[in-house]
C-alpha cells in the first residue's frame, strides 16, 4: 500500500521583520489564551474571585510553559548548542508531561499565597488542559514531531524529506537512496489530539457529577496516563528521553496515575464522611 507524503507547514508565514510564525507556537499559544479564558470563566462560576482566577491562570500557564520547555531541554541536552536556545520554545521542543507538572507547581505556589482552594481551581483548569492537549499537537503534525513508530495501517502517514521521521530513518539506514519521504508511520500527534478530545469528554461528566473539589483533575490525570502510556507503545521520536528500558513519559504516566488513584480514593473517603455528616429530613 503506498502513502502520500504529508505536506509539512512548519512555518505558516513569515510575518513582518522575518519573523517566522511556527505551526506549533501558534497553536500553543491559541490553547494558552482559550485555556486561560475558560479557566478563569469556570472558576467564577465556581466562586473563585475573576481578578484572581486570571492571576492565577496566569501563573498556572506559565509555570506549564516552564516546566514543558525544562523537561525537554533535561532530556535532550545534547540539541542546545547556546544557553539562549533553551528560551526558543516557539520553535517546539516541549513535553506534554512537563507542563502539567510545571502547571501544577505554579497553581500550588499562587493558590497558597493567596489561600484559594487548589482541587476547586484544578478542577477548574482541567478542561483547559484538554483543549490544550487536542490544539497543541495539530501543531506538532504540522510541525512533523512526536511521530510514530512505521506501520503499514490504514491511516498511517508519511512525512517528506526534512521532516524529523525522514531523518531518523535516513539515520537508521531504513531509507533507499533517493527516497523521497519516510516510511508509514503512526501519526501519534493525532492520536493525543482525539485523546484531548476524549478527556474533555471525560472531565465534563466528572465534573457535572463532582461532590467535592479534585474530582476532574483526578480523572484526567488517570485518564491522560493511560492514554499516554498507550500511545509511548507507538512513538518512536528520541526527544522524550529515556530512562533504561522507558521513556520518561511512560515513567511519568505511570506516577501520576498512581498519584490520581491515590487522591481519587481521598476523595471518596471524604465525599462519604460529607454523606454521612450531612442531615437527614
Not at 521583520?17 to 511556527?22: A, E, R, V
Not at 541536552?77 to 512537563?98: E, N, R, S
Not at 499565597?113 to 478542577?123: N, P, V, Y
Request: charge should be positive.
Amino acid at each position: 500500500m503506498r502513502f502520500a507524503p504529508i505536506r509539512l507547514r512548519p512555518i505558516l508565514l513569515t510575518l513582518p521583520f522575518g519573523i517566522p510564525l511556527y505551526a506549533y507556537g501558534l497553536m500553543l499559544t491559541l490553547s494558552v489564551i482559550a485555556g486561560r479564558m475558560l479557566a478563569v470563566r469556570l472558576a467564577s462560576r465556581a466562586g473563585i474571585d475573576a481578578k484572581l482566577a486570571d492571576r492565577c491562570a496566569l501563573w498556572t500557564f506559565a509555570g506549564a510553559i516552564a516546566g514543558a520547555r525544562l523537561l525537554y531541554v533535561v532530556t535532550n541536552l545534547d540539541q542546545f548548542g547556546h544557553v539562549f536556545d533553551i528560551l526558543a520554545w516557539w520553535k517546539g521542543g516541549v513535553v506534554a508531561y512537563g507542563g502539567f507538572l510545571g502547571g501544577l507547581a505554579g497553581a500550588i505556589t499562587f493558590c497558597r499565597i493567596h489561600h484559594i482552594s487548589l482541587l476547586a481551581w484544578a478542577d477548574c483548569v482541567a478542561p483547559s488542559l484538554c483543549v490544550g492537549l487536542a490544539v497543541t499537537r495539530i501543531g506538532c503534525f504540522l510541525g512533523g514531531c512526536d511521530f510514530g513508530r512505521a506501520w503499514n495501517g490504514p491511516w498511517a502517514v508519511r512525512f517528506p524529506a526534512g521532516s524529523p521521521a525522514f531523518a531518523q530513518h535516513q539515520l537508521l539506514g531504513l531509507l533507499p537512496p533517493g527516497a523521497t519521504a519516510s516510511l508509514a508511520v503512526h501519526p501519534t500527534q493525532l492520536y493525543e489530539s482525539l485523546a484531548g478530545v476524549g478527556l474533555w469528554c471525560l472531565v465534563a461528566a466528572v465534573r457535572r457529577q463532582r461532590r467535592v473539589p479534585g474530582y476532574a483533575l483526578a480523572a484526567f490525570a488517570m485518564g491522560y496516563g493511560v492514554l499516554r502510556y498507550a500511545i509511548e507503545i507507538v512513538r518512536a521520536d528520541p526527544d522524550r528521553g529515556s530512562i533504561g528500558p522507558w521513556s520518561t513519559s511512560k515513567i511519568i504516566a505511570m506516577g501520576t496515575f498512581a498519584a490520581a488513584a491515590v487522591l481519587l480514593v481521598v476523595l471518596r473517603r471524604k465525599g462519604a464522611a460529607l454523606s454521612e455528616a450531612a442531615p437527614t429530613v
